[in-house]
């Protein structure tokens, strides 16, 4: 990948003196020696035995992996997704050592608000795309122009072009430091966050360390900041009619969380297999893509093969599969401690979206002693993919939150 030295500067491409003195633009142009080597690498799998594991119940099917890869060979396009990304205006700059990626698009109405939309793993910045023109240009979807945000969606350090991070220590609570120095430069001194998975847990500690910062927060998911220090919400939090919530959380953890535990631990020995081999990349992250997301078994009711590789080739193509899993090293070795004691531990007002197939949605009454919670919207259908599933539902309601808070 390479910064370009000169870019034509698009229609609501940023423009402030400040941008302009600490970032470059960037456009991905991924050499043809890394595409015909990735070619020869599939075309060199050697494949695992498989048997009785139809319903995935020993991990990722590996007739459906070869059917996808078959189809990686002979039918997908990057090219075709490269120019897709490069259609926004992408920047790249650097905080405290660490390369932060980024796309900015500035919104097209009277006074659009800056929101920040903070991805997760195994995610990248380009699971929200389907979002990024309803939000920054409301008027052309079928909205209102006054619902209008500029949008910063950066990839997390170590994530897909934010790399090479070769700077340790860093994690979620200090990823919303590097946020809150990136919307600075872009001259955002208040600003509008989203996330989800890691996003989410950004964004809520941005709802934490500072509410003066944030004029809100969103997110699909909801879990405790200090999670990885061992906070989860008390069984007697859960109202009767929220027992499919708990019974969906304690599942997770004990029978979905052996990459966590691999990757909170020894991250680098996995970094080994996944950074050499394509198909055991797309083995890891597809499972994942399938078990989290509201598609009853069928991956592909939600995701379609090119969306499908196109995560699997940015983390590819980056080289970012050791860094992306040593997040989770990061947070379990530093984990994260309040800055103030006060209640709600989330003091910036507070949006949740619940979709039911969430892997992880802590129950209403803790929600309400956590959160200064301000909406909350149950809806019929969606996963832990939210804006990506349901791209509709996250616009809507992001929408609808933030204009509450005018």
Partial sequence: MEEASSVETPEHAPTR??????????????PDDVLNDLQTRLKLTRWTDD????????GTNTAYLKDLVSYWI????WREHERAINAYPQFRTEIDGVPIHFIHVRGNGPHPKPLILSHGWPW?????????????????HGGDPADAFDLVVPSLPGYGFSTPLRKPGVNFWRTSGLWVTLMERLGYPRFAAHGADWGALITADLGHRYPERVMGVH??????????SGGVPAPEDYDADEAPLSARLQN???TESAYSALQSTKPQT?????????VGLASWILEKQRSWSDCNGDVETRFNKDDLL????????TQSYGTSARYYYEAAHDPWAPVHDRVPVVEAPVGISVLPEEICCAPRRWAERYYNLKQRRYHSSGGHFAAWEEPQTIITDVRDFFRSLN
């Fill in 17 to 30: 003196p400040q941008e302009r003195d600490n970032m470059e633009p960037f456009r991905v142009d991924v």
């Fill in 219 to 228: 997110f699909p998911m909801t879990l405790p900041l200090d999670l990885f």
């Fill in 252 to 254: 997770f953890f004990a």
């Fill in 270 to 278: 996995i970094a080994a297999a996944l950074n050499d081999s394509p």
């Fill in 51 to 58: 048997f009785a594991n139809e319903s995935w119940q020993y």
């Fill in 74 to 77: 002979a039918s997908y396009d």
């Fill in 310 to 317: 196109t995560t699997i080739m940015i983390y590819w193509i």
């Fill in 124 to 140: 990248t910045f380009w699971e929200y795309h389907k979002v990024i023109g309803p939000l920054s240009d409301p008027g052309s």
